[in-house]
Each structure stands twice: as structure tokens, then as C-alpha cells.
């Protein structure tokens, strides 16, 4: 007599999966690389698309069943996942496991042979650095089950031959997650790093758990997302494109431009549509607008500080103490940012007129843990506040407001021992004025953030328009969402902490680009960033690998989110090099600064190069420096992009305006 397990059973395994404390892709792909181990019977093998063992394992592991190319396959962990629900399109089999796997993360967990195809096998002592690759550090989550990654692995199948001479249903499950480690070739150390074994054998209202027929994949997998883009209930609300997508790249983004431009507007248009679009979800606002002032020389307007002189507050032992800790606006937010109710909802530090005070006297914390928190977790030891003032945080919230989200957090952080850092859910957004009253960024800033210049208008653009523009075009709130969880998702998992920053692109697939599509894509941005060095480090402004890496992730997140709005591929494909316009501008221009003599002519060689001159060129992409050295683009190094009319006009309009002022002036900088 056929036995399976019941629809309602799978969607109850689904279910504990997706809200367990296992990132979105790690657990996944480490199943189907040991899978593959086990049904090659080997401790080295290929995981490629023209492996049948690899095949065998991510159909067994990841099929959805569904007949759909771009629900082909279903990552259960990654249930919660924003826009794709878990799924996977066909080419996950191309692009994925292999891809994941060749990621820093991974480094301690697989050793890749220079083979072709590569040959993956486990790292010396790999699962002592399992947890740390597959698990969140937010403890209030439950692990993820290993029974129930049993009954997903045995989805849709005839147990009978499996379960012989067994009727009740924990040993069924029992039998099955048994015969689930055996198939997979969990060892008992992998399986203590990141599961929890015990079984849960409760009925479910289908007749379950077990039943004699098979179910219907779509009677147990999720409805994927709402429609492209579409998180929840549409809300009519637009805010700035340009703003979205530089935060779902980078979660800091400075705006400059002249005073009234609209800069504090954009920010907090976009926080507060979030903040109605999560109303249900929520307690208490997920923005602060933070006033910087010129006295601010300390990070402690920021982080708070010890007070002897605090309200009176009883002790445990039945003592009392007037210490205290001032507890400021944005250690409030963070902590609520930090709350595991809300670690999928964007919040907002938004700080105005940043540059009031020097940035690094009282950011400079904040600096150090956003580019901390891409490859460490919150047991690394590096935390913006210290344990002891943490626990001191924790006493006056409990006291003052129990039962908080912020109490709850602080609470949680110390029972988990989590250090406080900043939550990937958490982005910046600071406001800029130059004039006299005000400091110029340095580099280090500069290098950490995308910088995005409003500009004024006309009087009579604004005065007749029946609508307000937003910086860089619109997208609707709910759209918005679904980029910056993104964002967020790519830092909790650390998608781009890849060695080459180049294979970013790669997930271009996820917008039906093919793979020499993508590599004529990836071939431009790598032209455009070497032309761009070529010309700048002669005057002292070479960049490094970060910006190298946030253009590509610029220009991927870019796309991702003209695709989730409804472009289609034809579309992507003849755009595409407005996302590289406003890479450069946002990331590599700001850098520039200098005077006359020691700048010369290299912004308007700069403005050719992206153009598509060479030095031969007029314009010229070259220029001279000193006594006589040429700085030069050949022909066989200018940029040519095949689908644009005018290549990298934004970029080249503001390296223009600030070549004729340099020349007016004698001096120039980006936000001057």
C-alpha cells in the first residue's frame, strides 16, 4: 500500500525551515554538495552542470515539480526570501551551487581543485566552521529540524518500501530522518553544528501525516510573491529611484546638492512610506532624523553614555542606584532595527547636515562596523557598545519601558551573547550642504558610501509641473521594499564577499540575462574602471578594490530592480549603461578634489574617455602632466558601448561643470 507524506505535513516542514535561524542559501547548497559526495561515493567531486550526480542531488533536494522554468527548483530555508519565496529558476543548476560555493564564505568549508569542471571536496576541520556559514546569529530563532528537512526531502515519494513494519508516526519520521542522514551522509558533528533533532508526530487537518495518496507540489509549496515588485497591498506612494537602489547597494548614501533641493525630503519620504507600508508589522517609528550639530567632536551624541545621576532605579538584590545610561535616539533605533520581529524591515538613521561637524570625530564607529559587518557576525567580538554599558542599556530599558521592542533587544543580545552591531536591516542616509559653515569629507567617507547630488531647478519646472520628480525617477513603496530586503538579505547572508567582484554580475541571471550577455556587460564595467584608473591615479586619486566591488554590485542591483519593476530583458539590455553612468558618478567622481596645477587637464580627459574617445581623439582621452608625461587611453583600451546614443552622460555632464570650474576658480571638488 502506497504511503506519502501529506501536503500539509510538507507545508509544516516548509514552514519551520523557512523561519529557522538557517541562512537563505549555505544549509542548501551544503546538502546537495554532500548528496553528491554520497551518491558518488567519493570525497572529491564535480558540481557542475554536466555532472549527473550533482543533477541527481539537486533534483532530489530542490525540485519543485511545479513544470515551470523559472520555478523550477525550492530552497525551503529560503521561504522568507524577498521577491522569489524560495524558488529558483532551471538555471540554478548553471549558476548556483557552483557559483555559491566559490564564495569567501565558503573558504573554510570547500576546497575547489583548478580541474574543469572543478572538483569540490570538505576542508580540513570544515565542520567546526559550519554553524558560523549556515546559521543567523539571531538566537531568539529556531534552529532549523532535521526531521523536518527529512519530510521535505522525501516529498511527493512512495514510503512504503521505506517504512515497512513501521504504523506509528514518530517512528515514521524517525525512520525517515534516519534514512535521510544515511542518503545525504550527515556526519554527527555536522549534524549537531546546525540542527535541532528533535520530531515533531502531530496530525495535521489533512488526514496526515502520512496518507495513500500523492499530493500536489502546489497543494504544499507557497504561492510565490505578490506580482513583480509587489510585496504586500500596492501603495500609490513614489519616492527616489536613485535613492533606493544606491541603499540596496550600499546601506550609506550621502545626498548633497544646494540647500532646498529636497534632499531631507527624498529620505524622509522614503522612511515614512516604509514606516505606513509596515504599520501592521511594527511598533514604534524605523527612522530617526538625527539634527547634526557643530559641537559634535565625540561619537557619544550618537552611541549615549554613563550618568551617575539617573532616576532611581531598584536592583535586583533590592538595592537601589541612581546609575544610568543616557540612551539616545538612534541606540533606540538600532536596537528596534535589531529585534527579531523586525529583521526584515528596512530602518533609517538619517542625519541632517552631516558635515556640520567632522564626520569621523563622531561617525567614526559607524564607519568601522558597516564595513566590519560584510565578513563578521555578532560573535566576533567588534561592538558598538561595550558589554558592560550593554548591560547596563538592558537594566534601565527593562526599568523605564519593559516589554519593549528595545528592551527586548537589548535583553536578547545579552542572553545570546551578541555583541551590538549594526543590524543588517539598518541604513544611513546623511544630507550635505557645502559653505563656510561646514567640513569637507575625507576619502575614508567618501569610500563608504554612494554619493548622490540633487541639483536645482528652474523655477518653472517645478512651479507648472503637475507632479514632483524624485532624484533618478520613481518606484513605487512597495517596490522600494522589495530592494532594499534585497539589500538586506545580501548582507545577512554575505552574497558579495566574493574574491573576484567581477562574478557579482552572475546574478544578472535571475533577470533571464544569459551568460555572454552578462560577460559583455562584466567586459564594459571592467573597461570603464580601468580607463577610470588609468586617468585619475596620475593625480593622486587611484581607487581600490572596494570601489571596484560596489560598482559591480551598483550596476547588478541596479538592473535587479528596473527588472523587478517590469522591465523586461530587451529592456535591461539596452539600459543597462545607465547603471554604469551612475556607478561612476556615485562612487569614483566624489573622490575628486584638487586644484588647478595638480589636476590639469584630466577631468576633461576623463569626460572623453567616457564619451568613447581614445587619445587620439577630439576630445582627448589623454592629457599631459608635469614636465612632459602623457597619460594616455590607446584605441584598443576606449570604451564602447554598442547599445547607448550618448555613453555615460551624467557622469561626463558633471566632470565638465566641474573642469570649467576648476578652470574659473582654480580650485574644484565634487560637492563644492
Not at 549555505?26 to 570525497?43: S, Y
Not at 519530510?151 to 515514521?172: E, K, P
Not at 563622531?362 to 562596523?369: D, I, N
Request: charged share 20%; no cysteine; net charge negative.
Amino acid at each position: 500500500m502506497a504511503i506519502f507524506l501529506s501536503a500539509k505535513r510538507i507545508e509544516r516542514a516548509i514552514g519551520q525551515l523557512g523561519e529557522s535561524r538557517a541562512k537563505r542559501t549555505p544549509l542548501f547548497d551544503f546538502m546537495i554538495v554532500k548528496r553528491t559526495m554520497a551518491i558518488k561515493g567519493a570525497a572529491s567531486v564535480a558540481i557542475a552542470e554536466s555532472a549527473p550526480a550533482f543533477i541527481q542531488a539537486l533534483e532530489e533536494i530542490g525540485a519543485a515539480g511545479l513544470g515551470r522554468d523559472d520555478h523550477y527548483y525550492f530552497n525551503p530555508f529560503a521561504l522568507r526570501e524577498a521577491d522569489k519565496t524560495g524558488y529558483r529558476p532551471r538555471r540554478y543548476r548553471s549558476n548556483g551551487t557552483n557559483s555559491t560555493i566559490s564564495g569567501t564564505p565558503w573558504r573554510d568549508i570547500i576546497v575547489l581543485s583548478s580541474d574543469s569542471p572543478r572538483q569540490a571536496s570538505l576542508a580540513s576541520g570544515y565542520d567546526t566552521h559550519l554553524a558560523a556559514l549556515a546559521l543567523t546569529a539571531n538566537k531568539a530563532k529556531p534552529l532549523p529540524n532535521l526531521t523536518e528537512a527529512a519530510v521535505w526531502y522525501w516529498r511527493g515519494q512512495d514510503l512504503d518500501s521505506v517504512l515497512t513494519g513501521i504504523s506509528d508516526a514518530a517512528g515514521r519520521l524517525e525512520r525517515l530522518t534516519d534514512e535521510f542522514v544515511a542518503r545525504i551522509g550527515f556526519t554527527a558533528a555536522e549534524i549537531a553544528a546546525v540542527f535541532d533533532t528533535s520530531i515533531d508526530d502531530g496530525a495535521t487537518d489533512d488526514g496526515g501525516p502520512f496518507v495513500s495518496s500523492a499530493p500536489a507540489p502546489q497543494d504544499y509549496l507557497p504561492v510565490k510573491s505578490l506580482p513583480i515588485g509587489v510585496t504586500k497591498a500596492e501603495n500609490p506612494a513614489e519616492v527616489s529611484f536613485a535613492l533606493v537602489t544606491a541603499l540596496a547597494a550600499k546601506n550609506f548614501v550621502i545626498l548633497t546638492g544646494p540647500s532646498g533641493t529636497g534632499k531631507s525630503r527624498a529620505a524622509l519620504k522614503l522612511a515614512e512610506g516604509l514606516q505606513r507600508l509596515h504599520a501592521d508589522e511594527v511598533q514604534g517609528s524605523i527612522f530617526e532624523l538625527v539634527a547634526v550639530g557643530p559641537d559634535w567632536t565625540s561619537p557619544k551624541r550618537l552611541l549615549g553614555f554613563r550618568t551617575p545621576f539617573g532616576k532611581e532605579r531598584k536592583l535586583p538584590d533590592g538595592t537601589t542606584t541612581h546609575e544610568s545610561y543616557e540612551i539616545t535616539d538612534a541606540i533606540r533605533l538600532i536596537l528596534r532595527a535589531s529585534h527579531s520581529d523586525a529583521a526584515d524591515i528596512p530602518h533609517f538613521l538619517i542625519f541632517d547636515e552631516m558635515n556640520l561637524s567632522h564626520v569621523e570625530r563622531y561617525f567614526a564607529p559607524f564607519l568601522s562596523l558597516m564595513e566590519a559587518a560584510t565578513i563578521l557576525d555578532a560573535e566576533s567580538g567588534l561592538s558598538l557598545i561595550g558589554g558592560d554599558d550593554l548591560k547596563l542599556i538592558a537594566a534601565v530599558l527593562e526599568a523605564d519601558s519593559p516589554g519593549s521592542r528595545e528592551a527586548e533587544a537589548a535583553t536578547a543580545m545579552l542572553n545570546d551573547g551578541r555583541d551590538f552591531i549594526l543590524p543588517p536591516n539598518l541604513f544611513f542616509v546623511g544630507t550635505v550642504n557645502v559653505d563656510e559653515t561646514t567640513y569637507m569629507f575625507s576619502p575614508k567617507v567618501l569610500d563608504r558610501a554612494h554619493v548622490i547630488e540633487l541639483n536645482a531647478e528652474r523655477p518653472s519646472a517645478y512651479l507648472g509641473a503637475a507632479t514632483r520628480t524624485e532624484p533618478g525617477g520613481i518606484i513605487a513603496i512597495a517596490q522600494a521594499d522589495v530592494a532594499l530586503k534585497r539589500g538586506i538579505d545580501a548582507r545577512e547572508s554575505q552574497k558579495y564577499a566574493v574574491a573576484n567582484p567581477a562574478t557579482i554580475l552572475d546574478s544578472l541571471a535571475d533577470a533571464g540575462l544569459t551568460a555572454p550577455e552578462i560577460d559583455t556587460i562584466r567586459a564594459a564595467v571592467v573597461t570603464a574602471l580601468d580607463g577610470t584608473y588609468d586617468l585619475v591615479s596620475p593625480v593622486g586619486f587611484a581607487f581600490g578594490y572596494r570601489i571596484a566591488k560596489e560598482a559591480f554590485i551598483y550596476v547588478t542591483e541596479w538592473m535587479l530592480s528596473k527588472h523587478a519593476a517590469g522591465a523586461d530583458k530587451a529592456a535591461l539590455l539596452v539600459t543597462w549603461h545607465d547603471a554604469l553612468d551612475y556607478a561612476m558618478l556615485q562612487k569614483v567622481l566624489p573622490k575628486i578634489h584638487g586644484n588647478r596645477r595638480a589636476l590639469g587637464d584630466s577631468l576633461r580627459a576623463l569626460s572623453a574617455f567616457y564619451a568613447g574617445n581614445d587619445s587620439g581623439s577630439t576630445p582627448s582621452a589623454g592629457y599631459t602632466l608635469g614636465l612632459g608625461t602623457k597619460v594616455e587611453i590607446p584605441a584598443a583600451r576606449k570604451l564602447t558601448l554598442a547599445e547607448a546614443t550618448a555613453q555615460l552622460p551624467q557622469s561626463r555632464q558633471k566632470l565638465d561643470t566641474m573642469h570649467d570650474r576648476l578652470q574659473a576658480t582654480g580650485y574644484v571638488s565634487f560637492v563644492s
